[in-house]
């Protein structure tokens, strides 16, 4: 059975990490676009992001995630730092 414990502790182990590294890197991302639209009005988020990556992405995606980060109210952390 310990080999099986180990086993099932690993993947477990490593999925969560797997699962924190995407979470990360997104809400990361997503301030970093964030940062990109405010900057002088006349362009969108999404203008920002092709401008400084050369990529092109589903305008109504990022809109969407961005305006749902602007919907959820501050957490304590956020408010006492």
Avoid: C, W
């Amino acid at each position: 059975m310990k080999i099986l414990d180990r086993y099932i502790r690993l993947h477990v182990a490593g999925g969560y990490l797997l699962i924190m590294l995407i979470l990360i890197t997104l809400f990361t991302f997503l301030d970093f676009v964030e940062q990109l639209g405010a900057g002088d009005g006349k362009e969108t988020a999404v203008e920002a992001v092709r401008r400084r990556f050369g990529v092109t992405i589903n305008p109504r995606s990022i809109e969407r995630a961005l305006r749902r980060r602007k919907k959820k109210p501050p957490t304590k952390l956020e408010t006492q730092g």
